[in-house]
């Protein structure tokens, strides 16, 4: 088993900046991408941003240049910097993990943390 663990939503005015954190736990397993998805009330989940091994990284068009997808390999954990908060950003953030675990590819949630940004 894996456990994507988020850390760092909270509530920030419009126009202010949050880092979230996610890193997987567990054993025995290889990390092949990871990303950030955001369900808002009454709304579908929608990818933000994913980021693969070899660092290749993706953007939902609607943060390209405001938010920031980074990781670092050794130790599991995938960042994602916010800048330019808008209150249409504020949402639950998920981490997703796909992983070589057991000789299968699989894919792990965390349980989400609150993003709250006030106008």
């Known amino acids: 088993q894996v456990q994507p663990v988020e850390s760092g939503g909270g509530l920030v005015q419009a126009g202010g900046s949050l880092r979230l954190s996610c890193a997987a736990s567990?054993?025995?397993?290889?990390?092949?991408?990871m990303g950030w998805y955001r369900q808002a009330p009454g709304k579908q989940r929608e990818l933000v941003a994913s980021i693969k091994r070899d660092g290749t990284t993706n953007y939902a068009d609607y943060v390209k240049g405001r938010f920031t997808i980074s990781r670092d390999n050794a130790e599991d954990t995938v960042y994602l910097q916010m800048s330019s908060l808008k209150p249409e950003d504020t949402a639950v953030y998920s981490c997703?993990?796909?992983?070589?675990?057991?000789?299968?590819?699989?894919?792990?949630w965390g349980q989400g943390t609150q993003v709250t940004v006030s106008s």
């Open positions: 997703n993990a796909v992983v070589l675990i057991q000789g299968r590819i699989s894919d792990y």
């Open positions: 567990g054993s025995f397993f290889v990390v092949y991408a």
